[in-house]
């Protein structure tokens, strides 16, 4: 398939609450639509970067940048025979995996549509560990990452709504300040609900006494509390804890998930497809983990059902054992730019949409209404 051009689209859309993380508030969501075009077909990508550098250095002016300038002009007029071809035509390029991921997620979804496989038939066809003939899951297991809040009692009130529409995981955001006291409170709510915490970094090892405490609270795992760029630390605090730790922030490739897993830093992965540069690493990582018997489970960045579907689909690989922070549709935008949008099911699923690729089309006329700038590389 010879790629004979590339649409980058900057959106930024409302989102329907806002989110809270250690790092601050966020009232809309701003990110890069890829479309990249061959024989007549195209595929889409959704780079995650923020707009600000706070969860990762990486922000959609970077983004823009390495796309615009480097990463879509390495692609252009390639030939490309598999996804994995994609991150060859720019080996050369460090760093900025969410850039290279809005791109090379493009390049899956085109392929699969030239096929006409789903998206999660060429994963598995990718993975060296789903076993041949395994059918692919029409449905995977979700739960819904629940922002800081103002008080215990408006966190309390919105956890009892989302475990009202059938969420049957939570996660709770976490930062100095507001941890013991509103995780308890959820926690003596509902003693039996699978919970867990993200700190998003905003500890130290001089606060072991906290985790310790959070230890007793019977979660499922406690997610990047040290350092964003640590393992060290992670693997001190893993030997004082029965919870596993799960990273996020510390695991931007394939090498790191090795490194992390070697030093027993975590004994959960939470695998973003952005954060790792692309379907291709995040299919390596859960192939990884799945040999050295460690769970790994689909992170999210607030997508649009573009980036959403793509997670669907990677979190039908089966070592993706624990429930993703893939949200229905309806918890994120008003209206999405692309169509269908993903329900949740009482089981506490989200279904695969029909169809080959992602599943998912982009509505041109809400894509426009919601992007600030376009370019065609071409
Ligand atoms: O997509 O439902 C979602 C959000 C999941 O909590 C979530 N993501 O650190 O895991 C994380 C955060 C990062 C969000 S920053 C945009
Ligand atoms: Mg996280």
Not at 9 to 34: C, K, W
């Amino acid at each position: 398939m010879k790629i004979e051009s590339t649409d980058l689209y900057h959106v930024d859309m409302p989102l329907v609450t806002p989110f809270e993380t250690s790092f601050g508030r966020e009232t809309t969501r701003a990110g890069i639509l890829v479309a990249v075009h061959g024989e007549g077909l195209t595929g889409w990508g959704e780079c995650v970067a923020s707009s600000g550098p706070w969860f990762s250095y990486e922000t959609t002016e970077t983004a823009w940048h390495l796309l615009r300038d480097f990463l879509a002009p390495a692609l252009l007029g390639q030939d490309v025979h598999g996804p994995e071809d994609v991150p060859a035509c720019y080996a050369a390029v460090r760093g900025h995996p969410m850039a290279r991921a809005g791109l090379e997620n493009a390049v899956w979804d085109l392929l699969a549509r030239a096929a006409g496989l789903s998206l999660a038939q060429m994963l598995a066809r990718a993975s060296r560990v789903v076993p041949a003939g395994r059918a692919v899951p029409d449905r995977v297991p979700v739960g819904v990452s629940v922002g800081i809040e103002d008080t215990v009692a408006e966190l309390v009130r919105r956890v009892a709504g989302y475990v009202g529409q059938g969420y049957g995981r939570v996660k709770l955001k976490i930062k100095p300040g507001w941890d013991l006291e509103p995780v308890q409170a959820v926690r003596a709510r509902w003693p039996g609900l699978p919970l867990q915490v993200d700190a998003n970094s905003a500890y130290t090892l001089a606060d072991l006494e906290v985790f310790r405490a959070l230890d007793d609270l019977d979660l499922l795992l406690i997610e990047q509390p040290l350092h964003h760029d640590d393992l060290v630390d992670h693997a001190r605090l893993q030997a004082e804890l029965e919870t596993p730790i799960c990273l996020d922030e510390s695991i931007q490739s394939p090498e790191h998930a090795r490194w992390a897993l070697d030093l027993d830093a975590c004994r959960v992965i939470n695998i973003k497809v952005g954060r790792v540069g692309g379907m291709t690493a995040a299919v390596d990582i859960h192939d990884l983990c799945a040999r050295r018997g460690v769970p790994v489970w689909c992170g999210g960045m607030l997508e649009t059902n573009v980036g959403r579907a793509g997670n669907v689909a990677l979190a039908t690989l089966p070592n993706f054992t624990l429930p993703g922070d893939i949200s229905a549709s309806a918890r994120y935008y008003y209206q999405d730019i692309a169509q269908p949008d993903f329900v949740l099911n009482p089981d506490s699923t989200v279904s695969l949409p029909a169809g080959p690729g992602l599943g998912v089309e982009v509505l041109a006329g809400r894509l426009a209404a919601v992007s600030q700038r376009h370019l065609r590389i071409a």
